[in-house]
C-alpha cells in the first residue's frame, strides 16, 4: 500500500482541520461572487465555461496562499495573457481542435518566460476556444470583461480574506515584520540567495515553493530547541520513537513490552513498528540497541508524526 501511495503522490499533508476549512469558506465566497457577476455579464452558459478557470485559481489562492503559483501577477498575468492568446488562435485558426491545443501550448510557454505561470491560464486559454459563440462574440473584450474582471475580483478576496489569519499572507511578501526581524537575527550557516538559485538551476523545473518559505522552514528546524538525548532508563512502554531519517529508511516503533527492571541497558524491550519502514512488523532488542536506532521520541497529531521534547519511563 505504501508503494500504490508513492506512485500516485499520494501524501498526508501537515495542515489543520482549522486551516482546511478557512481555505474552504474564502473559495466559496470568492467563486459566489465571480459566478453572479460573470452571470450578469455573458450568461449563465457561458459563465460556466469561464468560471471554471477561476475554480481551480480559487484552489491556489486560499489553499496554497504562500505558493509562487498563487501570487498575484502569475494570477493575473496568467489568465489576461492566456486569454489574448486563445482569443488570437480562436479568430486565425479555423480547426477548433487545433486552435484549442495551440492556445494552451504558446500560454504555457508564455507564461514560463514571463514569470506568470498559474496552471489554470492553460483552461482561460481553452475557454477562449472553446466557449462556444457568446465567447466568440466578445473577442478581445474577453480578456477584460469577464477575465480582467473575475481576476481583480479573486485577488480583491485573497488579500481581504487572508488578512484575517496572520499565518496566511497574501500577497507572500507580507509578512509579520517582528518574524522577519527575528528571522534576520538567525544563523542560517552562510545560506544567500545565490544558493537557492543554484540549487533551483540544479532542478531545472519549476518548484512551488518560494525562497522566504525555504529559509523559514529552515530556521524553524534550526532555532527549534534540541531535545535531551535518549537514556536507557527513559525507554517506557506505550512511548512511540523515530529513527529521524528520511524517505524509505524513515520509521516509527512503539515498545509494547519491557521488563520492570529499567536500569539494565542489556534489558530487552519488545516493539511494534508502526509507521515507515517495515510497518506491521514486531521485533527485539536491548535498550542499547533501541537507542542506538531511535533519535527521539514523537506523539501522533492527526495524521502526522511529532517530535516532542522531554522523556518519560517506565
Known amino acids: 500500500m505504501k508503494i500504490l501511495y508513492k506512485i500516485i503522490g499520494l501524501s498526508n499533508t501537515p495542515v489543520s482541520h482549522i486551516e482546511k476549512i478557512i481555505s474552504a469558506i474564502g473559495g466559496f465566497l470568492a467563486i459566489l461572487s465571480i459566478l453572479i457577476i460573470s452571470q450578469w455579464l455573458v450568461g449563465a452558459y457561458a459563465a460556466a465555461i469561464i468560471v471554471a478557470s477561476m475554480g481551480a485559481s480559487a484552489v ?8 509562487p503559483l498563487s501570487q498575484p501577477w502569475p494570477v493575473l498575468g496568467g489568465h489576461v495573457i492566456s486569454a489574448l492568446i486563445g482569443i488570437t488562435c480562436a479568430q486565425f485558426i479555423s480547426n477548433e481542435i487545433f486552435a484549442a491545443s495551440l492556445a494552451v501550448g504558446i500560454a504555457i510557454a508564455a507564461m514560463y518566460y514571463l514569470q506568470c505561470i498559474h496552471p489554470p ?24 470583461t469577464p477575465v480582467l474582471l473575475n481576476v481583480l475580483i479573486i485577488l480583491f478576496f485573497g488579500v481581504l480574506f487572508n488578512a484575517f489569519f496572520h499565518w496566511r499572507r497574501y500577497p507572500a511578501f507580507w509578512f509579520d515584520k ?36 525555504l529559509l523559514h522552514i529552515y530556521e524553524l528546524v534550526m532555532g527549534k530547541p534540541q531535545a535531551h538525548a535518549l537514556k536507557p532508563e527513559n525507554l517506557f512502554v506505550g512511548g512511540y520513537y523515530s529513527n529521524g531519517q528520511y524517505g524509505n529508511d524513515w520509521a516509527v516503533r512503539q515498545i509494547v513490552d519491557s521488563p520492570e527492571n529499567k536500569r539494565q541497558a542489556d534489558d530487552i524491550v519488545i516493539y511494534k513498528i508502526v509507521a515507515g519502514h517495515g510497518r506491521r512488523s514486531s521485533a527485539y532488542s536491548s535498550r542499547n540497541d533501541f537507542l542506538r536506532w531511535a533519535k527521539h521520541q514523537v506523539i501522533r497529531e492527526e495524521d502526522n508524526w511529532k517530535r516532542i521534547d522531554g522523556s518519560h519511563s517506565i
Open 121 to 144: 491560464g492553460g483552461a482561460t486559454a481553452l475557454s477562449a476556444v472553446m466557449g462556444g459563440e457568446s465567447i466568440h462574440a466578445l473577442g478581445y473584450q474577453y480578456a477584460v
Open 178 to 213: 517582528k518574524t522577519e526581524k527575528e528571522a534576520s537575527n538567525k544563523v542560517r550557516a552562510n545560506i544567500t540567495h545565490e544558493d537557492f538559485v543554484y540549487a533551483l538551476t540544479e532542478i531545472d523545473s519549476f518548484i512551488d515553493v518560494n525562497e522566504q518559505d
Open 60 to 67: 491556489l489562492l486560499f489553499a496554497v496562499p504562500h505558493g
